[in-house]
């Protein structure tokens, strides 16, 4: 069956480290993989967008990486900051149709002063 | 403008009622979704219309209907609510066409429904 395992629900950083988040997934040949945020009591927004064919996007202080080989995604935010403390959702799209998006299990984020 | 709206925010209702979730865009976008976000803040999607065409359709109870009467509307009615129907539904669209488009979506605020 198809799956987009996100690491551990929880993940706990100083802030100005770099923070690295995983989306592993199986069963999926996606054609894209999104990064979200998503703030309690809010709805996700969109933050990057990497292609199949892509190894690495950046902006700003995030960068994500995308390996089809290893069905993995990474996504670092240097110089962490308080308020980027969130959960995370990475989603995975053209699988079953282009308009298909699914999402993973989210980490949750938290950035110490 | 809010780009992507929904009403109601909460829905607290009583088990075997009927209730709807409306949505609307201001984004000219043509693909709009529902996704169904449950305590464990797992989100799931639960259908997708393309121009009022219904495109996605996964594994739902047929209590939940979908209508788009136009490509900046999708509401979601639900018959016979059930306990296990709590959770927070968004609504999200998509500048999304089909091929090889790819795009972003953009998520509602959310509606928390509580069924007691």
């Known amino acids: 069956s198809q799956k987009i395992e996100q690491n551990s629900e929880a993940l706990n950083i100083q802030e100005g480290k770099t923070a690295t988040l995983t989306c592993n997934y199986t069963?999926?040949?996606?054609?894209?993989l999104q990064w979200y945020r998503q703030d309690p009591g809010r709805g996700p927004v969109f933050l990057l967008l990497?292609?199949?064919?892509?190894k690495e996007k950046r902006k700003e202080r995030l960068k994500v990486t995308f390996d089809t080989t290893l069905k993995q995604s990474l996504f670092h935010i240097t110089a962490s900051q308080p308020a980027d403390s969130a959960t995370y959702l990475c989603?995975?799209?053209?699988?079953?149709?282009?308009?298909?998006?699914?999402f993973g299990t989210g980490t949750k984020l938290q950035v110490i002063p | 403008d809010t780009a992507v709206s929904q009403t109601p925010k909460y829905l607290v209702t009583q088990m075997g009622n009927d209730k709807s979730i409306k949505c609307e865009q201001n984004?000219?976008?043509?693909?709009m979704y529902w996704y169904k976000q449950d305590s464990k803040k797992f989100l799931k999607i639960m259908f997708s219309?393309?121009?009022?065409?219904?495109?996605i359709n996964e594994t739902v109870p047929n209590r939940f209907s979908p209508k788009s009467p136009d490509k900046a509307h999708l509401n979601l009615h639900i018959n016979s609510l059930e306990l296990g129907d709590s959770a927070v539904y968004f609504c999200?669209?998509?500048?999304?066409?089909?091929?090889?488009?790819?795009?972003?979506?953009?998520f509602g605020e959310g509606s928390r429904l509580t069924v007691l």
């Open positions: 069963n999926y040949s996606p054609a894209y």
């Open positions: 219309y393309n121009n009022k065409e219904l495109i």
């Open positions: 989603a995975l799209g053209g699988s079953g149709g282009y308009q298909k998006v699914t």
């Open positions: 999200a669209s998509s500048p999304l066409r089909g091929g090889a488009d790819t795009g972003e979506l953009f």
């Open positions: 984004l000219g976008h043509d693909t």
């Open positions: 990497i292609r199949e064919n892509e």
